[in-house]
């Protein structure tokens, strides 16, 4: 288990003496839950082919949120088809200037 530095200790003293309280609101909380249940619930299975560059930079980005890579797939699927997935305007501007879009690449040694 990995050791716990002072500021995470004093979160953690914190929370185990009732001192912290959620800045949620209602509403957000409701949310959350009616979301949870939503995604929780998985009836279906697919097989998709991916680069491997691709698979990579999803279970990079899974392990910087601390989540399995399939659950990243599926959260941005699941945001994709309900509308709730945008791009960044950042984003989109720096793609419509470039033809040719840049990505990581692997070296294989």
């Known amino acids: 288990m990995p050791r716990i530095d002072p500021e995470e200790f004093k979160i953690l003293d914190s929370y185990e003496k009732?001192?912290?309280k959620s800045v949620a609101t209602?509403?957000?909380l409701a949310k959350f839950?009616?979301?949870a249940r939503a995604t929780a619930i998985k009836d279906?299975?697919?097989n998709?082919?991916?680069s491997s560059g691709d698979l990579s930079d999803i279970q990079v980005k899974?392990?910087?949120e601390g989540i399995p890579y399939q659950t990243l797939i599926a959260?941005?699927?699941h945001k994709y088809v309900t509308g709730r997935l945008t791009e960044q305007p950042e984003r989109a501007a720096k793609q419509s200037r470039s033809s040719v879009p840049k990505r990581r690449t692997t070296s294989r040694d």
């Open 18 to 20: 009732g001192q912290l």
């Open 26 to 28: 209602k509403a957000e």
């Open 33 to 35: 839950k009616a979301v």
């Open 44 to 46: 279906r299975r697919v």
């Open 48 to 50: 998709i082919r991916l």
């Open 62 to 64: 899974a392990l910087e």
């Open 75 to 77: 959260s941005v699927l």
